[in-house]
């Protein structure tokens, strides 16, 4: 495969990339710099991406090394915010297609890092269980592991969020 070839492919996946670093970041400013430190670490080595391997896999495993790197300079920040102090998100919605989703990100906010990754891995960017383990660099078990564990945590989060809402869902 080309060089050109070769970064046509990197180009192609920038459209995941960018969806699942907003959904990891939680803010597009922050994931659009992640997005872009993934390119320019994707095509300076670029000479070392095997033919045959998942161009996708590859640069989602580089953002996610890049991530952890990030979160692990902020944890030793000083100067760092704690989440329960940071302002809200979003407003609440006006139609209930809204509240739903608020609901489900907040859910997904209060999931730990890793069963957010995985679920996201998963669920949003439809890898396979061995993609998301070569992403991560965990065992196929553990991504299936942390995978039920999010997801039970996640319904458990959201049926608790529904219970405090105010609007009366008629079926």
């Keep these: 495969m080309s060089t050109e070839s070769k970064r046509l492919a990197v180009t192609a996946e920038l459209p995941r990339l960018r969806r699942y670093a ?3 970041m939680r803010d597009r400013v922050e994931a ?10 994707a095509l300076d ?3 070392l991406w095997r033919e045959g391997t998942n161009m996708r896999t590859w640069l989602f495993t580089i953002m996610h090394n890049l991530h952890a790197n990030e979160m692990r300079r902020r944890s030793r920040a000083l100067d760092s915010v704690p989440l329960d102090s940071a302002p809200p998100r979003a407003e609440p919605a006006g139609q209930e297609a809204a509240v739903e989703w608020s609901e489900l990100s907040n859910a997904m906010t209060g999931l730990s890092l890793v069963h ?3 679920l996201l891995l998963v669920g949003l960017e439809g890898m396979t269980y061995a993609e998301a383990a070569g992403v991560l660099e965990v065992p196929v078990g553990t991504v299936m592991s942390r995978l039920s564990r999010a997801r039970e945590d ?9 219970q405090h809402s105010t609007i009366r869902r008629i079926k």
């Design 45 to 47: 080595k670029l000479h």
């Design 32 to 41: 659009d710099d992640l997005v872009h430190d993934v390119v320019v670490r």
């Design 154 to 162: 996640l319904r458990r989060r959201i049926d608790e969020g529904s």
């Design 22 to 24: 907003i959904a990891l």
């Design 116 to 118: 957010r990754q995985v």
